[in-house]
């Protein structure tokens, strides 16, 4: 499907519904699969978002665009902070700022919650992501060992 006709001022950045919650399941397994592979951390976040995210202080959103949910992404509490996760954009919508707007969305909101900072994990191999997340402002900190995704490689830091 060709998106010659895509307007970005269009994607509404709504919080989670559960009606759209395959949608956040199915977006993140298609990337999870296309440059990794689905970790049991990630299964069990992803069948179950209300009680690994949103029932523990944490937040999801989601682009909608023309009734379709075309990018999701999470901000999970881990308790001394939050990390930005569970971030995908459906693949024929990809390149089109999609990614970014969630991430700008995420910092906004971050900010008004009054929170010190933003975390996330990736891999250096993902790196249109490592390079939308420094233009951002994200900046790499060591990462910890026993992080819980097994591909996790860099770990960034967004201080406000």
């Not at 001394?80 to 569970?86: A, D, G, N, R, Y």
Request: proline share 4%.
């Amino acid at each position: 499907m060709e998106n010659t006709d895509f307007n970005l001022s269009k994607v509404a950045i709504i919080p989670f519904d559960v009606q759209y919650k395959k949608d956040f399941y199915d977006l993140n397994v298609a990337w999870l699969q296309k440059y990794f592979y689905v970790e049991p951390y990630d299964e069990k976040v992803l069948s179950n978002p209300e009680a690994y995210i949103l029932n523990p202080g944490g937040f999801i959103f989601m682009a909608k665009y023309n009734h379709e949910i075309v990018g999701v992404v999470a901000l999970i509490n881990q308790k001394t902070f939050f990390e930005l996760s569970k971030m995908a954009v459906s693949p024929k919508y990809q390149g089109l700022k999609i990614g970014r707007k969630l991430l700008e969305f995420c910092v906004d909101f971050a900010k008004k919650q009054q929170w010190e900072s933003i975390t996330l994990y990736s891999h250096r191999s993902l790196e249109t992501a490592i390079n939308l997340y420094q233009k951002i402002g994200f900046k790499e900190i060591p990462v910890e060992k026993d992080v819980h995704y097994k591909r996790a490689n860099i770990k960034m830091l967004l201080e406000f």
